[in-house]
């Protein structure tokens, strides 16, 4: 696998900085969404796409009947041994599964869109592939709407270990790009950083997006409103979260 900015982003910068806001209480809740999202249980086959430390794996293997993780750092994968899921190392832009293996695959917490539009086109449409018809596939990522009212974004916070954590982030509305840069100052002052650059889609470009790549779009929502009927995404949520369906 050529080198790539992930590789710098998603490693010890990445999980450091985050270790203590993905709390037990947050995975489950996020575990339970998407187990209704994607309408699976016992003897479904399901995928993990950028799976991390294996905290939504280790929640959903219970519950189905295999959970694949596939991530393209091998310390993620070491720290997911124990989930429960059958590990897989490998990159979304070269998916190293078998077409229509699967009834459901969700990618949560931007870990699907790093590439530019066609490249992010083309990793949707592989883990599309990847379902059988008719199975069902969630992505998770910021919501542009909430990004466009306050395109820039300054945060510091300490970590329970001991040292601390510096972010920048910028959106541009234009492009639907947001650039993140964040550092980790270690207790003993070593420091790690990197920058992200993810694509947040709107509801509008996901209407045109999922068809391009295989899928039926059932449903636009966030964590805040997955649980109600709502006409349209809040603009405020925090999130958004695409639902769809292969349709062939």
């Known amino acids: 696998m050529s080198r790539h900015?992930?590789?710098?982003?998603?490693g010890d910068l990445y999980y450091e900085s985050v270790a203590d806001l993905l709390?037990?209480?947050l995975s489950t809740f996020?575990?339970?969404?998407?187990?209704?999202?994607?309408?699976?249980g016992p003897g479904d086959r399901v995928l993990d796409l950028a799976c991390g430390h294996?905290?939504?794996?280790?929640?959903?293997?219970?519950?189905?009947?295999?959970?694949?993780?596939?991530?393209?750092?091998?310390?993620?994968?070491e720290r997911a041994r124990h989930s429960g899921a059958a590990l897989v190392r490998g990159d979304?832009?070269?998916?190293?599964?078998?077409?229509?293996?699967?009834d459901a695959v969700f990618s949560w917490y931007s870990s699907l869109f790093m590439f530019g539009d066609e490249d992010n086109l083309r990793c949707?449409?592989?883990?599309?592939?990847?379902?059988?018809?008719?199975?069902?596939?969630?992505?998770h990522h910021d919501n542009p709407a909430r990004l466009v009212r306050q395109p820039t974004a300054h945060a510091e916070w300490d970590?329970?270990?001991?040292?601390w954590v510096v972010e920048d982030?910028?959106?541009?509305?234009?492009?639907?790009?947001?650039?993140c840069t964040r550092r980790v100052i270690r207790p003993d002052g070593a420091v790690l950083a990197g920058t992200a650059e993810l694509r947040y889609y709107t509801p509008e470009e996901w209407e045109a997006l999922a068809p391009r790549a295989g899928l039926e779009l059932l449903r636009i929502t966030s964590t805040w409103q997955a649980d109600r009927p709502a006409e349209r995404l809040d603009d405020d949520a925090p999130d958004l979260i695409a639902l769809g369906r292969r349709t062939a």
Not at 56 to 77: C, F, M, S, T, W
Not at 92 to 102: K, Q
Not at 169 to 179: E, N
């Open 5 to 10: 900015w992930t590789d710098d982003y998603y």
């Open 23 to 25: 709390t037990v209480r």
């Open 30 to 40: 996020e575990a339970r969404l998407l187990r209704q999202m994607l309408a699976v």
């Open 54 to 77: 294996g905290r939504h794996a280790r929640l959903l293997a219970p519950e189905v009947g295999i959970l694949v993780g596939l991530d393209r750092n091998p310390a993620y994968l």
């Open 92 to 102: 979304v832009r070269a998916l190293p599964l078998r077409p229509g293996s699967f």
């Open 124 to 139: 949707l449409a592989a883990a599309a592939a990847l379902l059988r018809p008719g199975g069902r596939i969630v992505v």
């Open 159 to 163: 970590l329970a270990r001991g040292g």
């Open 169 to 179: 982030s910028r959106y541009d509305p234009a492009t639907g790009r947001d650039v």
